[in-house]
């Protein structure tokens, strides 16, 4: 072909194939655009999903606040002077907000206008209120003038989630309500603050009350079990497989069993926990402990994979030299090969547990899906976790969580995102070439 | 004392033992370490490891077992009428008494014999409390000094303490054989409960499922309907969306980033895809329901197509998106496991590169593409997450990707969320779709794993 190709041009090889080539190269210029498309369009989703969670989430750092003046009145509160906390606490404080509110708008009169006023304040302004003054009781008698957080329903509207130009029965706020919000942000009266409660509070019901600190303890705990568990047991594993374990059937066995339980669905490692873990060991349902030990079974192959991954890089030179100045086969390993492998162990570690820290679907079906004000204290102590709290805010109606889950969800990607730089600074600044 | 407490005493108590081992070698041949048969710290390991592990396995078992001996001996000393209760009325009871004793809330009235058992609950705590401190305790120094006393210039304590410590590592290594074990007893006694209530056949091949179950035997549908095919076939429709987006994506991703792709931009892109299968699923989930399922809806309301606003598209198309870097990462790694003298071949007879890609490279990789993409497969048949949350409840048997299904493990969630009552098939039906489940994935992972093994073998 290579002979005929110069000199009769019109029926060789080389026309045939320069006629065709047009066509080939655009079909690779095709096949390239379809790769780039392909990059990009995944590339695309992740800045949509990234832009999408946090524009609906920013608002959610900050919170509406309203000024009100509250008159501290003794007769109201303490009517005998005792000034003992028992009094105190079980004072109406919903009473001094409910009139200093009346105060504001002298022209409201009817029953049920009043009661709709009254929700312009979250019911956390009560709980402010009485730990104020339980904190000073010098504050009775007096007037104050305190900023209370305001409901969600205006929190919202404050936010512009709320849409003024909705015909009134489409809003959730009627245009009374509203108008009496905009008397109130005339008088400046109304201000957004830096929102402390998300970062410090619990769950509640009332989005303005809510905050992700109990799950992030939570969080914190049950990834703390999962450490102390996964991590001694999955080196632990890696290390005898890798060093002393003979090849015979067992370890054949235990290989595959990792295998397997590494592509095992998150959800089966709920179902294991639920009937033994629960059922046969009757150990506390929705507690960090329970959900730390399912969590660490889950995380259990991708340690033991990293880590055995780490031991084979090591080069069998050291091990040699070690065993050569007399070291025993133990102390080989524990002093020469497990230092130099163990930058790689904790890389795989932490990458393990910021899948842990990200897992839902087990947790759900071990009862940490509860309703749980309370920040735990204890790993015995029941617990929802951040991943948890995002489905349960996600499953409630009100509008205000909208902003709640996407705020906790970009809390829970900042703690993925250091600990995979952290994981990826690790590899960076210890990997060693041999 | 408080269990913390005790541990943490144990920790002290294990570190002291250390001491005194180490400083006894040391004494017997007055600081000539020469003459030992191990180095001193060898000493102090082992009267560590006899001064914990022993106290340790004590405390375990204690724990495991304290629960139960103290409701049976709270039972033996409930009246006659009481302890002829049926099982779980009885369990009941001891719950009763249990939250009574820890200042709870009970269910019924407290009468006087529920307070005096709660009141010999409280005391047996209290004994079999202070029994475990001193019998953890005491085991703990009186093998430390065991231990102590036992050293002498020939004991071998290097090879006893790696001898403990191989021990250690293989039962470490079987915890894996154990947890396979766990799940499929687990998985397996509870589906056989309910193939009892239900039969198998009915199960498999029915194509009516509604899991709720009347309270009253006389309400209509008294009997809920497990027929698990609609199930199936919802996680089936999901799961080829999914594999629509994710397979070409992914695929094309990976060939573009391993074959075209200067070094530069490979190590920019290849970690931004990464970060795709980083992103927890429940946030993906959130994303589907309220973003991309509306947004389909409205899509579609605009074609004038009717679409459900759970339809199986949504949960599907964010499944898939999920699942690219999966795919992706996969085929990265099999496309460069093709050898470089393939490629080399293919140019020097003058192909294009898109030319020896589909022409070379794909045929040589593609058994490695098969399995990845049959993990691919087991993993979104598993995924839960995006499915409870974009998914409905509703078991339509449909292939319409824009009507409302629902998936396997919708259900198990559904059906296990919120209270369970092990002796109804409510409950237990999720143990049965657990097993098929698990017995799926592992099929799919098994063929998909031997089939990438036994490709590599060729290049290799």
Partial sequence: MSQSA??????????????????????????????????????????????????????????????????????????????????????????????????????????????KLYKLLSPGATFQLREMVMNNPDLIGTTARIWVPADDDYDMLMKGHIDRTLPENERRLKDQDIAWFDHLIESNAVEKRFNLTFFTAGDSREPELAGIWGALVGSLLTLFITLIICFPLGVATAVYLEEFAPQ?????????????????????????????????????????????????????????????????????????????????????????????????????????????????????????????????AGVTDPATVLPVQIFLWADSPERAFVEKTSAAIMVLLAFLIAMNSLAIFLRKRFEKRW | MQTSTLILLLLTLTAIAYQFGKRRSLAIVSGKVKKLHSLPGYYGYLTAIWCSVPALIIFGLWSAFESTIIAHLIVSNLPETLQSLSSSRLSLFINDIKNLANGGITSGEVDATIQSAANHYNNLRQISNAALTVLVLGTAIGCAAFAVKNISKEKRARNEVEFSVKIFLIISSTIAIFTTLGIVLSVLFEAIRFFKIVPITEFLFSTEWSPQMAIRADQVGSSGAFGSIPLFAGTLLITVIAMCIAVPIGLMSALYLTEYASPKFRTVAKPLLEILAGVPTVVYGFFAALTVAPMIRDYGAFLGLDVSSESALAAGVVMGIMIIPFVSSLSDDVINAVPQSLRDGAYGMGATKSETIRKVIIPAALPGIVGGVLLAVSRAIGETMIVVMAAGLAANLTANPLETVTTVTVQIVTLLVGDQEFDSPKTLAAFALGLILFMITLTLNFIALHIVRKYREQYD
Avoid: C
């Fill in chain 1, 6 to 115: 110069p000199n009769a041009p019109n029926n060789s090889t080389a026309s045939r194939v320069q006629a065709g080539l047009k066509k080939r190269y655009a079909q690779e210029r095709r096949f390239r655009f379809y790769g780039v498309l392909a990059i990009t369009l995944s590339l695309l989703f992740l800045s949509f999903l990234f832009f999408n969670i946090s524009s609906k989430g920013y608002t959610a750092f900050q919170q509406t606040f309203i000024q009100i003046d509250v008159h501290f009145d003794e007769n109201k509160i303490d009517p005998d002077g005792t000034r003992d906390s028992e009094t105190l606490s079980s004072a109406n404080y919903g009473g001094l907000i409910k009139s200093s509110l009346r105060s504001i708008f002298p022209d409201v009169k009817k029953r049920k206008d009043k009661k």
């Fill in chain 1, 248 to 376: 015979n059937r067992w370890t054949d066995l235990i290989e595959v069993n990792i295998n397997n339980l590494a592509a095992v669905p998150s959800i089966i490692f709920g179902l294991l926990g639920l009937a033994i873990f629960i059922n046969v060991f009757h150990l506390p349902r929705s507690a960090p402990i329970l959900g730390g030990l399912v969590l660490a079974l889950m995380t259990l192959p991708t340690i033991i994979i990293a880590s055995r991954t780490a031991l084979k890089s090591v080069p069998p030179s050291i091990r040699q030299a070690s065993l050569g100045i007399g070291a025993s086969k133990m102390q080989t390993v524990m002093f020469h090969v497990l230092p130099l492998a163990m930058p790689g162990m904790l890389t795989g570690t932490i990458i393990g547990m910021a899948q842990a820290l990200g897992e839902t679907a087990p947790l759900l079906m071990i009862g940490m899906v509860a309703f749980i004000v309370d920040i735990p």
